[in-house]
């Protein structure tokens, strides 16, 4: 039911906030809204499709699962195949465009659901249940880092894959551990691209996201724009349909930044709303977790739940 509240309302909102977008690319307010309700058709019916099939033969092909994962990321660069935008290759335009970093997350949970549960003796040691499960992250880390340019990916499958290995029953101190090295790690390789100028754009979207009115025309304007849409919602919004911010003040409207849009719209209540949606999935996904018959079975809920609700954490915080 969450789910479909959720998909529900994201449907209507891509609706407002989508139409001035798509009226001034292509003459038309509802193209953005029409491809997001057929999405939602075939997200449905894959559903419940998917909900029929046993989740147990998944765990017989987690290693094909784990290469496919690998290689689907390469196909960005064949020709006539592969796709760019903004700088990035991180599409495939055909049959459909997609990024298939999208399917590497879900192949991601099926493998290191699989794996973990085969190797759950092995979790508490540092090397074979630690160590060595994330040396399967460098392969698709270093292709969405290198050739995609999508190190947001690489921080949303990071904090699924944590999370799972919580779940499974690794030790603590090993996670605590590893966050610092790896803060450290970023915060280090950052500085670096930005010495030698490369990638430092990276650096600069969190500088500007910590002080956004330094650069209030440039890298400044996007989180600007967003916080004008939050701040003018107040506590009841100014009504659905009725954000100022989306006639062209802020790029991307209907993608990246659409919760400033629901936040100008529906006010503080609806954030709420929202908020509390993903809390029941989430509070629903972990309790599916927890009554999973087998190991398997609750690594995947985990990485499930974790996917939805990691990604939704992280596109609120930027905003």
């Known amino acids: 039911t969450v789910v479909i509240v959720l998909l529900a309302t994201g449907i ?3 609706l407002s906030a989508s139409a001035p977008t798509s009226l001034a690319e292509n003459g038309k307010s509802y193209t953005y809204a029409v491809r997001q309700l057929g999405f939602a058709v075939l997200g449905v019916t894959a559903m419940i499709i998917i909900s029929k099939i046993d989740y147990h033969i ?3 092909f987690y290693w094909p699962a784990y290469i496919v994962s690998v290689v689907i990321l390469l196909l960005v660069l064949v020709p006539g195949l592969g796709s760019g935008a903004n700088g990035a290759t991180r599409w495939i335009k055909w049959p459909i465009q997609f990024q298939p970093s999208e399917v ?3 192949l991601l949970i099926i493998f290191y659901a699989g ?3 085969d190797h759950k003796s092995e979790v508490t040691d540092f090397w074979k249940g630690f160590v060595k499960p994330l040396l399967f992250l460098l392969p698709p880390f270093a292709i969405l880092f290198f050739v995609q340019n999508h190190l947001s990916v690489c921080i949303v499958i990071a904090a699924i894959v944590g999370v ?3 779940a499974a029953g690794i030790r603590m101190l090993f996670v605590w551990g590893t966050c610092g090295a790896g803060a450290l790690g ?3 390789l950052l500085f670096i691209m930005q010495a030698k ?4 754009f990276r650096l600069s979207r969190i500088l500007s996201f910590l002080d956004p009115w330094s650069d209030p025309t440039g890298d400044g304007w996007q989180i600007i724009q967003s916080l004008y849409a939050i701040g003018s919602g107040g506590l009841f919004g100014a009504g659905l349909g009725e954000s100022k911010q989306k006639y062209l003040y802020l790029s991307e409207p209907h993608n990246d930044f659409i919760f400033s849009i629901i936040a100008e719209e529906l006010g503080f209540v609806g954030c709420i709303l929202v908020f509390v949606l993903f809390a029941v999935f989430i509070w629903r996904g972990v309790l599916i977790a927890m009554k999973a018959p087998d190991m398997f079975g609750s690594l995947v809920a ?3 739940t974790s996917l939805v609700g990691v990604q939704a954490i992280i596109n609120v915080a930027v905003v």
């Open 12 to 14: 209507v909102m891509v």
């Open 58 to 60: 998944y765990k017989k």
């Open 104 to 106: 590497t997350k879900v």
């Open 115 to 117: 794996y973990l549960a």
């Open 164 to 166: 799972m290995m919580i």
């Open 186 to 188: 970023i915060a280090g």
């Open 197 to 200: 100028d490369s990638g430092g």
């Open 302 to 304: 985990v990485g499930i």
